[in-house]
């Protein structure tokens, strides 16, 4: 299994280092949790099952990764900072009742914060996770602060992490290849008959076979099912003729790769049928023409717009088809068409271009990930890449 190496994790530290020097914070803390993994893991490469976590930053010494006694060996063997500490502010914060860990051996925030701020009160903390955490987490770090300035951090690694690294990319490549072999297992399947749980089971058994470590969702809907902007598979039996709306989202390394494709069970679409996959597909394809580095972002999505509108789909356009991707699903950029920056080299995207609700033919989207480069971008689906490509050529 590939890995991120430490001087990546230290590179991040030191930069985020730098960041609290320019804004005089004493100590950083990331907030990350089972569900909102993606900052802490970006610093420290833990994801919690059940608990919290928190890496605290100071400014001369490595981090100091605080966790909660059931995820203490978890954290011990994924972590790439090797002072673990146990601390009750990041035990779950969803059931009302206080756990009794009786052989936990526990410090706690406030003596943290004081040692990593060199043995005396921090004048000024940063929190990363404030979006993410809950209000009960975010009240304890107010009172282990003691009065404490708490600057908001969130915009610290959400600008870091828009730019990926060549070992990012890597780690991207890697959750894309287990993808699309999971992909493609549906693709490949006879799911006629089968209830649409099965099918996506069929993908989901693939992905975790060439080592995905997580699922992180299945759409699978049939028929009217497509009729949504998204959707669990249930226990509907698909039937011949009727259009898939299916989607895989894996995960490698805390990275994650997505992949969707609208097809037919079996594979006979109607004329129409193949009109409204033609419609995607197109317009995919005429964003993807106009995409490199130094375009303005909302220029692509206002192409895929106008060729919406041309063939009077605009109603059915509801969402923009570009946003970003890494450690989470969708992340930035997330470019509308008033969207004035421009595309840099090294961003991650996925084109997402999808419309819903169209009468007959429900609800699809084609979704494949890209890196933006100077000149164009480097594919990282060659499943759906061909596919797109086999069908437009």
Same mark, same amino acid.
């Given at each position: 299994?590939?890995?991120?190496?430490?001087?990546?994790?230290?590179?991040?530290?030191?930069?985020?280092?730098?960041?609290? +020097?320019?804004?005089?914070?004493?100590?950083?803390?990331?907030?990350?949790? +089972?569900?909102?993994?993606?900052?802490?893991?970006?610093?420290?490469?833990?994801?919690?099952?059940?608990?919290?976590?928190?890496?605290?930053? /100071?400014?001369?010494?490595?981090?100091?990764?605080?966790?909660?006694?059931?995820? %203490?060996?978890? #954290?011990?063997?994924?972590?790439?900072?090797?002072?673990?500490?146990?601390?009750?502010?990041? %035990? *779950?914060?969803?059931?009302? =009742?206080?756990?009794?860990?009786? !052989? #936990?051996?526990?410090?706690?925030?406030?003596?943290?914060?004081?040692?990593?701020?060199?043995?005396?009160?921090?004048?000024?903390?940063?929190?990363?996770?404030? =979006? #993410?955490?809950?209000?009960?987490?975010?009240?304890?770090?107010?009172?282990?602060?003691?009065?404490?300035?708490?600057?908001?951090?969130?915009?610290? !690694?959400?600008?870091?992490?828009?730019?990926?690294?060549?070992?990012?990319?890597? $780690?991207?490549?890697?959750?894309?290849?287990?993808?699309?072999?999971?992909?493609?297992?549906?693709? =490949?399947?006879?799911?006629?008959?089968?209830?649409?749980?099965?099918?996506? #089971?069929?993908?989901?058994?693939?992905?975790?076979?060439?080592?995905?470590?997580?699922?992180?969702?299945?759409? !699978?809907?049939?028929?009217?099912?497509?009729?949504?902007?998204?959707?669990?598979?249930?226990?509907?039996?698909?039937?011949?003729?009727?259009?898939? $709306?299916?989607?895989?989202?894996?995960?490698?390394?805390?990275?994650?790769?997505?992949?969707?494709?609208?097809?037919?069970?079996?594979?006979?679409?109607?004329?129409?049928?193949?009109?409204?996959?033609?419609?995607?597909?197109?317009?995919?394809?005429?964003?993807?023409?106009?995409?490199?580095?130094?375009?303005?972002? /909302?220029?692509?999505?206002?192409?895929?717009?106008?060729?919406?509108?041309?063939?009077? !789909?605009?109603?059915?356009?509801?969402?923009? *088809?570009?946003?970003?991707?890494?450690?989470? %699903?969708?992340?930035?950029?997330? *470019?509308?068409?008033?969207?004035?920056?421009?595309?840099?080299? /090294?961003?991650?995207?996925?084109?997402?271009?999808?419309?819903?609700?169209? *009468?007959?033919?429900?609800?699809?989207?084609?979704?494949?990930?890209?890196?933006?480069?100077?000149?164009?971008?480097?594919?990282?689906?060659?499943?759906?890449? /061909?596919?797109?490509?086999?069908?437009?050529?």
């Amino acid at each position: 299994m590939e890995k991120l190496p430490l001087k990546e994790f230290k590179y991040r530290i030191d930069k985020i280092k730098e960041l609290m +020097e320019e804004k005089s914070i004493d100590v950083f803390l990331v907030y990350g949790d +089972e569900y909102r993994r993606e900052n802490l893991r970006y610093v420290s490469n833990y994801w919690p099952i059940f608990d919290r976590g928190i890496l605290a930053i /100071g400014k001369k010494i490595d981090p100091v990764l605080l966790v909660a006694p059931e995820g %203490e060996n978890l #954290a011990r063997e994924m972590s790439v900072w090797k002072d673990v500490r146990l601390i009750r502010e990041v %035990e *779950p914060s969803y059931i009302p =009742d206080r756990i009794d860990y009786s !052989l #936990a051996q526990y410090t706690t925030l406030a003596n943290v914060l004081f040692e990593l701020s060199r043995n005396k009160k921090p004048s000024c903390i940063g929190v990363c996770g404030i =979006d #993410a955490m809950p209000l009960v987490t975010y009240e304890a770090i107010k009172s282990a602060t003691n009065g404490s300035k708490i600057e908001n951090g969130d915009e610290v !690694l959400y600008t870091m992490r828009l730019i990926k690294s060549e070992a990012e990319i890597e $780690m991207l490549k890697k959750a894309w290849e287990i993808c699309d072999i999971g992909y493609k297992a549906i693709l =490949d399947a006879d799911i006629i008959g089968l209830t649409e749980i099965q099918a996506a #089971a069929i993908g989901e058994k693939a992905a975790r076979n060439a080592g995905a470590e997580q699922i992180v969702f299945s759409i !699978l809907c049939s028929g009217e099912r497509t009729n949504t902007v998204v959707g669990r598979p249930t226990e509907k039996i698909i039937g011949e003729g009727e259009m898939i $709306m299916a989607a895989l989202a894996v995960q490698y390394q805390g990275y994650i790769a997505t992949d969707e494709w609208p097809f037919v069970a079996g594979n006979k679409p109607t004329d129409k049928q193949k009109k409204f996959i033609s419609h995607l597909i197109r317009a995919e394809e005429i964003g993807l023409k106009g995409l490199r580095g130094g375009v303005i972002a /909302g220029e692509v999505v206002k192409k895929i717009k106008d060729f919406f509108h041309q063939n009077h !789909l605009e109603q059915y356009d509801i969402y923009p *088809p570009i946003h970003g991707n890494g450690l989470a %699903e969708a992340e930035s950029p997330y *470019p509308g068409v008033n969207s004035k920056y421009e595309f840099k080299p /090294g961003m991650g995207i996925n084109f997402d271009v999808s419309l819903f609700g169209v *009468p007959n033919l429900g609800s699809n989207r084609v979704e494949e990930g890209f890196i933006i480069t100077e000149e164009g971008v480097i594919t990282l689906s060659k499943l759906i890449s /061909g596919l797109r490509e086999r069908f437009l050529y």
